[in-house]
């Protein structure tokens, strides 16, 4: 009765294994592009290269679509939009779930809102808009302010 149970737990093992290594696979492909840079990660999800600011230390793109981006310090700029000044703050450490379109579970980002700093919670390409879901209301800015990314001040 033993060998009737080492059998099903050894085929189990191995099917387990199998699944594992396969995941690390799918897991290590999305980053196997060495030349990709996370500039082309974000043009590949059909959104501009100017979400972010120049100077990405390093990235990461993990299964499910989690990205995590480092930069060199807090970085502040602003973007000027049909006359209007909007101030922008990364911090060090940003990141988010990348899928076409659409970043979801930002974290790391602010805008400034009047006098107040509110972070982003999602952007999502809608046409020819950027929707940036802040803490407490939606902004929408044209793609075109966001072609070329920004440098730091």
């Known amino acids: 009765m033993a ?44 959104l501009p290269r100017g ?45 988010g779930v990348i899928q076409p379109g659409s970043i979801s579970r930002v974290s790391g980002v602010s805008v400034q809102v009047a006098f107040a700093w509110l972070g982003f919670n999602k952007v999502d390409l809608v046409g020819d808009q950027l929707k940036i879901q802040l803490e407490t209301s939606t902004q929408s800015f044209p793609v075109q302010a966001f072609s070329q990314s920004p440098r730091c001040n």
Not at 51 to 68: C, I, N
């Open 3 to 46: 060998k009737q149970q080492v059998l099903p737990t050894v085929a189990l093992m191995a099917y387990l294994l199998l699944i594992v290594s396969s995941t690390a696979t799918a897991s290590a492909n999305l980053t196997a592009d060495s030349t990709a840079t996370v500039y082309d990660v974000l043009q590949q999800n059909n």
């Open 51 to 95: 979400l972010l600011p120049l100077g990405v230390q390093s990235y990461a793109l993990h299964a499910g679509g989690a990205l995590q981006v480092t930069l060199p310090g807090e970085c502040n700029f602003g973007v000027t939009i049909a006359g209007k000044q909007y101030k922008f703050r990364y911090q060090r450490s940003v990141s």
